[in-house]
């Protein structure tokens, strides 16, 4: 008899959401009988106060945990036992795992981008980034490139404010990255290895390209977080400049490859999780 597992997503707005068919499909794969729910806020007409109500249904019809997202990463870490180093680190989680009548929260985005980007630039240089982008994407983008090597980090948002808490928020975690609150896009960009870019600009419902392109040079990589379309005009135009580029696809799916091993215990095949997401075509979100 196949091994049951029962996990969810709970967030606004899911219904379009990818990861359920990455989850069952490997889970199938692995010989697992996979269920996994959507749980979703609008569709439910309910807010984040729902949230502990919604995690104590889970946890009571056996699931062995759920995933967050939008609106609830920062909320739920106040109704979990505990938090991984790195949930705790970036104040937000996206998968909780019930064992034992404990819950633990983690975080992986941040190892999501980071798994990603490796297995797109494993040579890429790390001296000098400039992370575009300051929300709760930026700072998991931000924790992974610090954790990744990253020497000189300068964070650019449209509010400076934001950027300095995320400099306040990890500066003392990563004592070997220099943490810079960005002002001059020009100067910051002339001067770096590569860009990343962690905000929403660029996805179907919000094209355009978040800064003036032409101040990138055909030496420097550029990474990018919104897979929805893959290729977004960012992209596009670095890639015609000579830029190597690292779509967002593999911060979705390596997210979905480190809540399933929370979940389950076994490892999944990213590759062929990999392969699942590009079947999917282009549509839907996290």
């Keep these: 008899m196949t091994r049951p597992i029962r996990v969810g997503l709970i967030g606004s707005g899911i219904s379009a959401s990818r990861t359920p068919a990455m989850h069952i499909r490997e889970g199938r794969l692995n010989g697992l009988n996979y269920r996994y729910d959507l749980i979703d806020l609008a569709e439910l007409n309910v807010g984040l106060d729902a949230l502990p109500r919604l995690l104590d249904q889970a946890e009571r019809d056996g699931f062995a945990g759920v995933n967050v997202t939008h609106p609830c990463k920062q909320a739920a870490t106040g109704f979990v036992d505990s938090l991984s180093k790195d949930g705790a680190v970036l104040g937000a989680i996206n998968t909780i795992t019930f064992v034992n009548g404990r819950r633990t929260g983690h975080n992986t985005d941040w190892s999501g981008f980071a798994r990603g980007f490796q297995r797109s630039l494993p040579d890429a240089r790390l001296e000098r980034v400039v992370l575009v982008g300051a929300g709760g994407a930026g700072v998991a983008v931000a924790h992974a490139l610090a954790s990744m090597g990253c020497r000189e980090l300068c964070v650019l948002d449209v509010d400076s404010a934001r950027s300095a808490r995320l400099v306040e928020q990890l500066k003392k975690h990563h004592p070997n990255c220099v943490f810079r609150v960005g002002v001059d896009m020009a100067s ?37 977080i919104v897979y929805f379309p893959l290729e977004t005009q960012l992209l596009a135009e670095a890639a015609r400049l000579g830029c190597r580029v690292v779509n967002g696809g593999g911060m979705a799916v390596f997210q979905a490859v480190g809540a399933f091993e929370l979940f ?23």
Excluded: K, Y
């Excluded at 910051?188 to 962690?198: E, F, K, N, S, Y």
């Excluded at 062929?272 to 839907?284: A, D, V």
């Design 264 to 286: 389950t215990g076994i490892v999944p095949d990213a590759e062929r999780m990999i392969q699942h997401f590009s079947s999917l075509g282009e549509g839907g979100g996290i």
């Design 188 to 224: 910051a960009i002339g001067r770096a290895d590569g860009v990343v870019h962690a905000t929403p600009t660029g996805m179907a419902a919000h094209p355009g390209v978040p800064f003036d392109v032409s101040l990138l040079n055909g030496d420097q990589w550029v990474a990018e």
